[in-house]
């Protein structure tokens, strides 16, 4: 008996329309590859000098705060000294402009040196002081009275500091 072979059926393969496309069934559609932007990377050379530019910045910071005093030219201790050394206030405990003055010294205020009229009256008669704040400066051996409310960078040049 010899084998015989059985035809091979023929199956029909199924066409949809789709909008106007034939497509065969069991295939699919491909949606369209979407590629998003990519960021470069840094270059080399950037990436390098990143920790040396932050180590320079901290320098500065530190510098900064180590010698903030000597930027700030009207209130250094030498010249806050000199000013002390060379002027005398008159003032009350209840006047505002000197408790104004004395605030623009700041801590160096207990160095100066400070009369209360309202506590000592006789000295400030004996000067003839009648308002207040008022300076009394000494340059070169001679007294110069000033009557209100003066900058630092004002007394420093008037005193010579």
Same mark, same amino acid.
């Given at each position: 008996?010899?084998?015989?072979?059985?035809?091979?059926? %023929? $199956?029909? *393969? !199924?066409? /949809?329309?789709?909008?106007? +496309?034939?497509?065969?069934?069991?295939?699919?559609?491909?949606?369209?590859?979407?590629?998003?932007?990519?960021?470069?990377?840094?270059?080399?050379?950037?990436?390098?000098?990143?920790?040396?530019?932050?180590?320079?910045?901290?320098?500065?910071?530190?510098?900064?705060?180590?010698?903030?005093?000597?930027?700030?030219?009207? %209130? $250094?201790? *030498? !010249?806050? /000294?000199?000013?002390?050394? +060379?002027?005398?206030?008159?003032?009350?405990?209840?006047?505002?402009?000197?408790?104004?003055?004395?605030?623009?010294?700041?801590?160096?205020?207990?160095?100066?040196?400070?009369?209360?009229?309202?506590?000592?009256?006789?000295?400030?008669?004996?000067?003839?002081?009648?308002?207040?704040?008022?300076?009394?400066?000494?340059?070169?051996?001679?007294?110069?009275?000033?009557?209100?409310?003066?900058?630092?960078?004002?007394?420093?040049?008037?005193?010579?500091?």
């Amino acid at each position: 008996m010899a084998k015989t072979k059985k035809p091979k059926k %023929k $199956t029909k *393969k !199924i066409v /949809k329309k789709e909008k106007g +496309k034939i497509r065969k069934s069991g295939s699919y559609k491909r949606k369209p590859k979407v590629e998003f932007p990519t960021i470069p990377p840094e270059p080399k050379s950037q990436k390098r000098n990143t920790p040396l530019i932050i180590a320079i910045v901290i320098i500065f910071i530190l510098l900064g705060i180590i010698f903030y005093e000597d930027f700030i030219p009207d %209130k $250094t201790p *030498k !010249i806050m /000294k000199c000013i002390a050394s +060379k002027a005398q206030l008159f003032a009350t405990t209840t006047c505002p402009f000197c408790t104004q003055q004395i605030g623009l010294f700041g801590d160096y205020s207990v160095l100066f040196n400070i009369t209360y009229c309202n506590q000592n009256p006789n000295v400030c008669n004996e000067r003839g002081i009648q308002s207040v704040p008022f300076w009394v400066i000494n340059t070169n051996g001679s007294e110069q009275g000033i009557l209100g409310l003066i900058p630092v960078e004002e007394l420093k040049e008037l005193t010579g500091c």
